[in-house]
């Protein structure tokens, strides 16, 4: 695990996990937008054409990237002048294998460690296809951080934690970004039983979308991660997002750092 990740997930309140694709609007003043309303780990989404876990949202958020000429050079400058602003904010990229791999994976591993990123969500890398990405990042000193779903069940979930670092990521549904939220009960039993298998902080994402969700998912999670509703404000606004993400993320920041104080 990465220091960042360390220290974040040290403190005595659960983080915020805010995703927004890269180059989709202003994403430099998003960013900043994101630190400065109180976001604790950021994911940069890498534009892909064929986004097969994405909803409309992020799937919109793609093609107005790519549209624009986005490149995954252009992504990593977006990194490393992120990391040049915010030394101490963990930075992760999220995407699919073939932007990280089409180079070679120590290529891409290298890119990373130089500009700052501190870990990698690879899609549709599974587990059992490790050594597609996976010695690389390591070697690299990158997090590669798994994704564990409502299908992971006892007997996988071994090989899904073979070799993850930074957190663990529950993918709260069997469907998409964006579009339905699992039931509380299940989301409160499923982090249970993924804490009993590993000592990886666990945050929970997809279906996401308001501060009161959020404060649920926090009472019992490490991290919450929201990403389709900070792409629709982005998508509303374009250029011109920047306060409007930070009025948000603001809200639902405070919503998630106040959780466990009310839970206790």
């Keep these: 695990m990465t220091d960042r990740f360390a220290a974040t997930f040290a403190q ?6 805010a995703f927004i694709t890269g180059g989709d609007g202003d994403t430099a003043a998003n960013l900043d937008a994101l630190v400065a309303g109180g976001a604790n780990v950021i994911e940069l989404g890498m534009p892909f054409t064929d986004p097969m876990a994405d909803g409309p949202a992020i799937q919109a958020a793609n093609l107005r990237s790519l549209a624009k000429g986005t490149t995954t050079a252009d992504l990593f400058a977006i990194a490393a002048a992120f990391r040049q602003r915010h030394p101490d904010v963990p930075l992760v990229l999220m995407g699919y294998a073939n932007p990280m791999t ?5 290529s891409f591993a290298a890119e990373c460690a130089k500009a700052g990123v501190d870990g990698v969500i690879c899609v549709d890398i599974p587990s059992e296809e490790d050594a597609e990405l996976g010695p ?9 951080i798994r994704l564990a779903t409502p299908t992971t069940d006892a007997a996988r979930l071994p090989d899904v934690l073979n070799g993850a670092s930074g957190f663990l990521y529950y993918v709260s549904v069997a469907g998409i970004t964006g579009q339905q939220q699992a039931a509380q009960a299940s989301i409160e039993d499923a982090v249970a039983r993924l804490k009993a298998a590993t000592d990886l902080p666990v945050a929970v994402g ?9 404060a649920e998912i926090a009472k019992v999670a490490d991290g919450v991660v929201v990403g389709s509703a900070f792409i629709d404000i982005i998508a509303e606004h374009g250029d011109a997002a920047a306060p409007h993400v930070e009025a948000f993320t603001r809200t639902l920041a405070d919503a998630i750092h106040g959780a466990k104080e009310i839970a206790a």
């Design 136 to 144: 690389a990042l390591r070697a690299a000193g990158v997090d590669l």
């Design 12 to 17: 005595p309140r659960p983080a915020l996990v």
């Design 206 to 214: 997809f279906g996401v979308r308001t501060p009161a969700q959020a």
């Design 102 to 106: 089409i180079r070679g994976p120590e």
